[in-house]
C-alpha cells in the first residue's frame, strides 16, 4: 500500500488526503430536503444524504487528491445505515481509482483484534473471500501495545495494506498523556521507537514500511524530531487548516527529498462551500476540488 501511495502522490504532485468527515449540519440544504422527502426523517435518509454528498465530493477531487480518509465515527452515529454509506463511500472512492484510509482508531487485543483487522485483511466465509470494507490502510491505537498490533501486520505483508499508528495527535488534550516523561523520554518518543521497529517487520520497496505513523501538524517541532527519529515511517498528518497547522509549518515532517508524509483537511475541503463566496452550495463540489488544489499550493516547498 505505501508503495501504491507514494507513486500516487508523485504521479498528482500532492501530498494530501481528503477526510470525508460529514456532519448532518455541512450537507447542503437540497440533498437534505431531497432525502427527507423521500425517505422521512430517518437514519435510512441521513444516510442517502452522506452517499449523494460523499459521491459528489469523490467526483470533484478523484484526480487532484490520491486518497481519501473517512472517519468511521461519523457514520455509524447513525447505526446500520451509517455503516452502509461508510461502505458505499469507501468503495465508490476505490471505484475513481484513490488510496483509503479508514480512520478506525482501533485497538484491542487477542481475539478482538484479529477480529478488527478484518477491516483490511477481509474474511473468508466457507473458502469464498469478502472484501467488505474496501480499506487500503487503517488507523490504530496502540494503548495496548503489541498485542493489538500484531493481528494488523499480516495482511500488510502479504495483501499489501497498510497501517497507520497513533504517535502523536493533533487535538489540544494531547500531551496530557503524550508528553509525560517518566524516564528521559516521552511516551510519543517511546511509541515512535516501537513503531519504527514494528514498521521493520513489513517494509515496502520505496524505502517506507507499510507501518505508518500519525504525527500532528499542530506540532512543527515534535513532528520535525519524529521524522529524524523515524526515517523509514511514512507519516499521516492530521490538524492542517481548520485546526491551525500550515503548510509552511509540515517542511521538515517531509524526508529531504519531499515525501515520507500524506496531509489529512477535512472540514476545509468537504465544507469549503461555506466560506467560498464565489461558489454557493449548490456547488458545493466545485468549492471542494478549489480547496484542494490550493492545498496542494500550499504544500509544494
Known amino acids: 500500500m505505501i508503495d501504491r501511495l507514494m507513486e500516487k502522490i508523485e504521479q498528482m504532485k500532492n501530498p494530501s488526503v481528503v477526510g470525508l468527515d460529514p456532519t448532518y449540519e455541512m450537507i447542503p440544504s437540497k440533498i437534505k430536503s431531497e432525502m427527507l422527502k423521500r425517505f422521512g426523517k430517518t437514519p435510512k435518509a441521513v444516510a442517502e444524504m ?3 454528498f460523499n459521491t459528489e465530493l469523490i467526483n470533484c477531487i478523484h484526480d487532484v487528491a490520491p486518497a481519501v480518509k473517512p472517519q468511521i465515527a461519523m457514520y455509524e452515529k447513525y447505526g446500520l445505515e451509517g455503516v452502509r454509506a461508510y461502505v458505499a463511500t469507501t468503495e465508490y472512492a476505490k471505484q475513481k ?3 483509503v484510509i479508514g480512520d478506525i482508531k482501533r485497538g484491542d487485543i487477542a481475539s478482538t483484534a484479529e477480529a478488527y483487522a478484518a477491516h483490511i485483511a477481509g474474511i473468508t466465509i466457507e ?3 469478502f472484501d467488505l470494507w474496501h480499506e487500503d490502510a487503517v488507523t490504530l491505537n496502540p494503548y495496548l501495545g503489541f498485542d493489538g498490533i500484531e493481528p494488523f501486520i499480516k495482511p500488510c505483508i ?3 495494506k497498510g497501517l497507520f499508528i497513533l504517535v502523536k495527535t493533533s487535538n489540544p488534550s494531547s500531551g496530557q ?3 509525560i516523561d517518566a524516564s528521559g523520554m516521552t511516551v510519543y518518543e517511546r511509541m515512535a521507537e516501537l513503531v519504527d521497529e514494528w514498521g521493520k517487520l513489513a517494509m515496502g520497496t520505496s524505502g517506507y514500511s507499510k507501518i505508518g505513523a500519525v504525527v500532528g501538524a499542530t506540532y512543527k517541532e515534535q513532528g520535525e524530531a519524529l521524522r529524524q527519529k523515524m526515517p523509514h515511517t511514512f507519516f499521516l498528518v492530521p490538524g492542517y487548516g481548520a485546526q491551525g497547522g500550515k503548510g509552511s509549518d509540515l517542511k521538515g515532517f517531509f524526508d529531504r527529498e519531499g515525501r515520507g508524509c500524506i496531509v489529512n483537511s477535512s472540514r ?3 465544507a469549503a462551500y461555506k466560506a467560498n463566496g464565489k461558489l454557493g452550495e449548490d456547488r458545493f463540489g466545485e468549492a471542494a ?3 484542494a488544489l ?3 499550493e500550499d504544500l509544494r516547498f
Do not use: N, S, V
Request: hydrophobic fraction near 40%; proline fraction near 4%; charged fraction near 30%.
Open 294 to 296: 490550493k492545498m496542494r
Open 127 to 129: 473458502g469464498e473471500p
Open 268 to 270: 476545509g475541503i468537504i
Open 97 to 99: 481509482g484513490m488510496i
Open 158 to 160: 502479504q495483501q499489501d
Open 50 to 52: 452522506i452517499i449523494a
Open 177 to 179: 498523556l503524550q508528553d
Open 289 to 291: 476540488r478549489e480547496a
